[in-house]
């Protein structure tokens, strides 16, 4: 397939392994941001192909990952109510809340909940492929609320800003948002500020610089002297992403540079930017495992707050902090980098992809969920 079977060559990318092994003269510590180029180095053991000297953290770029507990717990409460039907992509479904407990049945050993645990209990839970999706079921139910549970980075938010958009123009009022995207440099930020940060260079992720372009990412390799480079997903991706990260390391620069030129142009998808600017602004956002980081979210303008779902479905959301689930879980501290998913006690026994302690067990792009599909063996680079 085009544009797919030439960036997994094998030559090439053994080329590129033997090319950064005569590059690099001293250990170097690079962090890729998305969960997709975390699977592509487990997937097909780009880390064993590196030099000792060279280490790579696998970082939050799971939107699923970071969505908040708090969220979660929210979109449980509203569909729990007979009048909604809420609307979530796939992999958001097994991502365990807070709440102890099974919807419905007392009796259950405590557990975190999640959005099908709502469903099996009752509640009218879709699986949708897009907001549109949700957008459609608000037109076609008319007497049922239909809220869609809006997360990602701001790959997946012009798409959220368009059905809102729509929404608006077509006078629906039983639509509305459970809104937690995210934004990718603050949260980089966030990391190289901390005094645990190891991060040398960052392989960014190729999708978000799709949509937002990468001038945004000059302010960060200038203010922290990091490269960045904006990179694919494929195993010939990765490895030249790495090289030319190594290369500037080497030099001693720090610039933003753009492998992953066959989809990203500097200045992104203006369409999309401006559909979200529309709908959107910039807001503080918790992040699981992070915290609450400074302009790190997305949430909707004023014209637009007849689509929020916690000020319009208010009375149904939990009023007062919930109990938490007691779990070895380290969830947080592989998010941020500081350990790798073999590391925690938790990990295959008893959390697995079918019994999900954290959400990078979860989503087909958490590290969690890579490491046990890819390398159980506990083998790590």
Same mark, same amino acid.
């Given at each position: 397939m085009k544009f797919v079977d030439e960036y997994r060559d094998q030559a090439q990318t053994q080329g590129y392994a033997q090319a950064i092994d005569r590059l690099v003269t001293r250990p170097w510590t690079l962090m890729e941001i998305c969960g997709g180029q975390t699977h592509a180095?487990?997937?097909?053991?780009?880390?064993?192909?590196?030099?000792?000297?060279?280490?790579?953290?696998h970082g939050p770029g799971c939107p699923v990952c970071v969505t908040p507990s708090a969220i979660i717990d929210q979109a449980i409460a509203l569909a729990q109510q007979p009048a909604v039907i809420l609307c979530?992509?796939?992999?958001?479904?097994? =991502?365990?809340?807070?709440?102890?407990?099974?919807p419905g049945d007392s009796a259950t050993a405590p557990c975190a909940l999640d959005l099908l645990s709502a469903k099996a209990a009752g509640g009218d839970v879709r699986m949708v492929y897009s907001p549109l999706d949700a957008l459609?079921? &608000?037109? &076609?139910?008319?007497?049922?609320?239909? =809220?869609?549970? &809006?997360?990602?980075?701001e790959t997946t938010a012009? &798409?959220?800003?368009?059905? #809102?958009y729509q929404a608006q123009r077509l006078g629906?009022?039983?639509?509305?948002?459970? #809104?937690?995207?995210?934004? #990718?440099?603050?949260?980089?930020?966030? %990391? %190289?500020?901390s005094?645990?940060?190891?991060?040398? @260079?960052? %392989?960014?992720?190729?999708?978000?610089?799709? #949509?937002? $372009?990468? $001038?945004?990412?000059?302010?960060i390799a200038q203010r922290y002297g990091v490269p960045i480079v904006v990179t694919g997903f494929e195993p010939l991706d990765v490895m030249q992403g790495i090289y030319h990260c190594l290369q500037q390391l080497e030099a001693g620069q720090a610039e933003v540079t753009n492998q992953y030129t066959r989809s990203v142009q500097p200045h992104g998808n203006p369409q999309a930017q401006q559909m979200m600017d529309t =709908?959107?602004? =910039?807001? !503080?956002?918790?992040?699981? $495992?992070?915290?609450?980081?400074?302009?790190? @979210?997305?949430?909707l303008r004023s014209t637009y707050q007849d689509f929020d779902a916690t000020q319009k479905l208010k009375a149904w959301l939990p009023s007062a902090p919930l109990v938490t689930v007691p779990t070895p879980c380290i969830s947080g501290q592989i998010l941020q980098g500081l350990q790798k998913p073999h590391q925690c006690?938790?990990? @295959?026994?008893?959390?697995? !992809?079918?019994n999900p302690l954290g959400a990078p067990m979860v989503s087909s792009e958490g590290a969690c969920a890579a490491y046990y599909r890819y390398r159980q063996d506990g083998s790590d680079r």
């Open positions: 180095i487990v997937k097909y053991g780009l880390d064993e192909l590196l030099p000792a000297s060279i280490t790579l953290i979530s992509f796939g992999d958001m479904l097994r =991502v365990p809340g807070s709440m102890i407990g099974s459609k079921l &608000a037109q &076609a139910h008319p007497d049922r609320q239909v =809220v869609f549970l &809006a997360v990602g980075f012009p &798409a959220t800003a368009l059905a #809102v629906l009022s039983n639509f509305s948002l459970l #809104v937690s995207h995210v934004l #990718v440099p603050p949260a980089m930020e966030a %990391l %190289l500020s005094p645990q940060c190891q991060v040398q @260079g960052f %392989l960014a992720a190729g999708h978000v610089c799709t #949509v937002m $372009g990468y $001038g945004q990412y000059e302010p =709908v959107f602004e =910039v807001i !503080p956002r918790q992040w699981r $495992g992070l915290g609450e980081i400074p302009h790190s @979210g997305l949430g006690p938790a990990f @295959g026994h008893p959390c697995t !992809p079918e």
